[in-house]
């Protein structure tokens, strides 16, 4: 690998200052509350036993500045102290799943901003002994009473972006619960409600604000003033976010937290939590709408097929409609091909040329031909055909830049228009993996940092609607992703699994930030396949988006050296503060090593599993 490719110990944006002050001490206690039993012995430390990660649960009083860990079983998640929940579900013998749904309630206090339960997820989960494959789809959906009307204004004009998001008009029905509870039903061994106890102990006693959380704070001010509920928590006396450093206690989040655990998934979506998000959909400070008590009770997860390719060998599997994120992936690498991108290497600006005309046509095609297959007949088949992709590997040629790029036309369909898409730099991924191979991938989101500005019991509502087509036709059509009662909103969300030749799973990647989402994946794919990077390298390497707006990439990267030749091929180049947010874990010998991006505030944690593999899950549900 050449010298030049960013190390994964690199911390930019000032990482390193806000994890050496996180949680001074003031958490101690909530361990107790956490772990019933006797704390695990910590495995041996890095210097006795060289790979192998100290694990020492902590609750953010320290957490460590490295982007990767090994051991028998590991989490990687966008905030630390939420691996470190799912760590210690693993210490206690719980399965990947127990520790997937412990991080995932735990990014609701951690990093409430971009993701929780007031949200949606997508969960990619793999069990190596019975070759068990599953994708479950926790994706928001409209209530009932949304029409294809629902964000055009009086005029008959769209709502702009802007408009739309904040209030009650965006929420779709959160399903991140409904999610957790089905993850632990099938695949969960420890008890439902010990799984929510490092949330509940976080939530009650502070945390620390990080500087992520501040930034967003910072940027979003205007909706946490607009919302009474959220002002109040995350707004000092002066009317300003907290700062950085801020010890932060949210108890409404931690008394529902409470009640989920006690009560099960069915006390979110139905009695007073249920109540109070439909009043507050209804009495909105901004776009007051109608989500009913029925809308919350009817939400289930749906399990769909996994969507799978080749690519170089590999087997590649990730989520599909009503995400777009796995087409999108498989055209990507299936159009990258025919070219060999080991020879040319991650220091060749022509290797990110052709990565970048890949991502350009991909992502015509998830504009025009993407949304929920329930509702639309999103032509799946068509746009993964082997010669169809074969067709649009062709219009990329290495010595130029195509001038304009349009959808294909899949299975001799007609073309259709296509809309600008928004890079929302929220959402979270986490990944957690067992001793027994066992790994749940789960990308989950509330969509714009902090949602829909809305807060019900201390979590915020998501804003996951405005992911729909504001305008319901195209070309005097029906859009295939326009507002539909019951539908779920196309999303970029790709989390994504890598099958070695033989069979065995290589490595599980995810990540958040909007469209970016799959050029991110898709760039670490790239980086391990392609280029022998180790996953935690792969997920350092410099980032680009491709889309009909041209390149951006990274700025202040290496990348800046390659700018002037992409110009002389024909792009249209910019660099950009791109919302990068990786995390991954691969098989490292008999164990993982989990990876975070080295520019986002996340963390890979290992932990010991106690009795590992001594039992099949129990399941059992909430």
């Known amino acids: 690998m050449s010298a030049q490719v960013e190390r994964a110990g690199r911390r930019p944006y000032a990482r390193r200052r806000m994890l050496s002050r996180l949680f001074p001490g003031l958490l101690a206690l909530a361990l107790a509350a956490c772990a019933p039993q006797p704390r695990p012995a910590p495995l041996p430390s890095a210097e006795t036993a060289a790979g192998i990660a100290t694990y020492e649960p902590q609750w953010g009083q320290r957490v460590r500045p490295v982007a990767s860990a090994t051991g028998p079983a590991v989490v990687s998640a966008a905030d630390p102290r939420a691996a470190e929940a799912g760590a210690l579900m693993l210490a206690k013998g719980g399965t990947a799943a127990d520790a997937a749904v412990a991080t995932m309630i735990a990014l609701t206090v951690v990093e409430g901003q971009a993701s929780?339960?007031?949200?949606?997820?997508?969960?990619?989960?793999?069990?190596?002994?019975?070759?068990?494959?599953?994708?479950?789809?926790?994706?928001?959906?409209?209530?009932?009473?949304?029409?294809?009307?629902?964000?055009?204004?009086?005029?008959?004009?769209?709502?702009?972006?802007?408009?739309?998001?904040?209030?009650?008009?965006?929420?779709?029905?959160?399903?991140?619960?409904?999610?957790?509870?089905?993850?632990?039903?099938?695949?969960?061994?420890?008890?439902?409600?010990?799984?929510?106890?490092?949330?509940?102990?976080?939530?009650?006693?502070?945390?620390?604000?990080?500087?992520?959380?501040?930034?967003?704070?910072?940027?979003?001010?205007?909706?946490?003033?607009?919302?009474?509920?959220?002002?109040?928590?995350?707004?000092?006396?002066?009317?300003?976010?907290?700062?950085?450093?801020?010890?932060?206690?949210?108890?409404?989040?931690?008394?529902?937290?409470?009640?989920?655990?006690?009560?099960?998934?069915?006390?979110?979506?139905?009695?007073?939590?249920?109540?109070?998000?439909?009043?507050?959909?209804?009495?909105?400070?901004?776009?007051?709408?109608?989500?009913?008590?029925?809308?919350?009770?009817?939400?289930?997860?749906?399990?769909?097929?996994?969507?799978?390719?080749?690519?170089?060998?590999?087997?590649?599997?990730?989520?599909?409609?009503?995400?777009?994120?796995?087409?999108?992936?498989?055209?990507?690498?299936?159009?990258?091909?025919?070219?060999?991108?080991?020879?040319?290497?991650?220091?060749?600006?022509?290797?990110?040329?052709?990565?970048?005309?890949?991502?350009?046509?991909?992502?015509?095609?998830?504009?025009?031909?993407?949304?929920?297959?329930?509702?639309?007949?999103?032509?799946?088949?068509?746009?993964?055909?082997?010669?169809?992709?074969?067709?649009?590997?062709?219009?990329?040629?290495?010595?130029?830049?195509?001038?304009?790029?349009?959808?294909?036309?899949?299975?001799?369909?007609?073309?259709?228009?296509?809309?600008?898409?928004?890079?929302?730099?929220?959402?979270?991924?986490?990944?957690?993996?067992?001793?027994?191979?066992?790994?749940?991938?789960?990308?989950?989101?509330?969509?714009?940092?902090?949602?829909?500005g809305l807060l019900v019991g201390g979590f915020f509502l998501n804003n996951e609607l405005t992911d729909f087509d504001f305008s319901p036709t195209r070309d005097g059509r029906p859009a295939l992703n326009r507002v539909e009662g019951g539908k779920r909103p196309r999303s970029s969300m790709t989390p994504t699994l890598v099958f070695a030749p033989d069979g065995r799973l290589e490595a599980a990647v995810g990540a958040a930030g909007g469209a970016t989402i799959i050029a991110q994946v898709a760039r670490a794919v790239i980086a391990m396949i392609d280029w022998g990077m180790p996953v935690d390298q792969a997920l350092a390497v410099p980032g680009i988006m491709a889309d009909r707006r041209g390149i951006r990439y990274e700025a202040g990267s290496r990348l800046e050296g390659m700018a002037a030749t992409w110009k002389a091929l024909g792009h249209q180049v910019e660099p950009a503060t791109l919302p990068l947010k990786a995390n991954a874990v691969a098989r490292a010998g008999s164990g993982w090593i989990g990876a975070a991006d080295p520019r986002s505030e996340g963390a890979a944690i290992a932990a010991p599993l106690a009795g590992a593999g001594a039992s099949q899950p129990r399941g059992g549900g909430a």
């Open 116 to 452: 929780g339960i007031g949200g949606g997820a997508f969960l990619v989960w793999h069990d190596p002994a019975t070759g068990e494959l599953v994708t479950l789809d926790g994706r928001e959906r409209a209530p009932a009473s949304a029409t294809p009307d629902r964000f055009l204004k009086p005029d008959g004009t769209p709502m702009s972006f802007r408009e739309a998001v904040p209030g009650g008009r965006s929420v779709g029905v959160p399903g991140v619960v409904r999610l957790a509870a089905e993850m632990h039903r099938r695949w969960g061994r420890l008890p439902w409600a010990e799984l929510f106890q490092p949330a509940i102990a976080m939530a009650r006693d502070g945390i620390i604000i990080s500087e992520r959380f501040a930034r967003f704070a910072t940027f979003r001010a205007d909706l946490l003033a607009a919302s009474p509920a959220a002002a109040a928590v995350f707004l000092g006396p002066d009317g300003r976010p907290w700062p950085e450093g801020h010890l932060l206690r949210q108890p409404d989040l931690a008394a529902t937290l409470e009640t989920i655990a006690r009560d099960g998934p069915d006390a979110f979506y139905t009695g007073p939590i249920a109540a109070a998000i439909s009043s507050a959909v209804a009495t909105a400070f901004a776009n007051p709408a109608v989500l009913t008590a029925e809308d919350l009770a009817a939400y289930q997860v749906t399990e769909r097929p996994p969507l799978c390719g080749r690519y170089r060998g590999r087997r590649i599997c990730s989520m599909g409609p009503p995400s777009a994120g796995g087409i999108a992936l498989l055209q990507i690498l299936g159009q990258l091909e025919r070219f060999d991108l080991a020879a040319r290497g991650p220091d060749d600006p022509i290797a990110w040329h052709l990565i970048a005309e890949s991502m350009r046509l991909a992502f015509a095609d998830r504009e025009a031909w993407t949304g929920d297959a329930d509702f639309a007949p999103v032509p799946v088949a068509g746009l993964l055909a082997p010669d169809y992709i074969a067709r649009r590997s062709a219009l990329i040629r290495p010595d130029r830049a195509m001038p304009a790029v349009t959808a294909g036309t899949p299975d001799g369909e007609r073309p259709r228009a296509m809309r600008r898409l928004a890079d929302v730099p929220a959402t979270s991924h986490l990944v957690a993996a067992d001793s027994a191979g066992r790994l749940a991938n789960v990308t989950s989101t509330i969509e714009a940092p902090f949602g829909s």
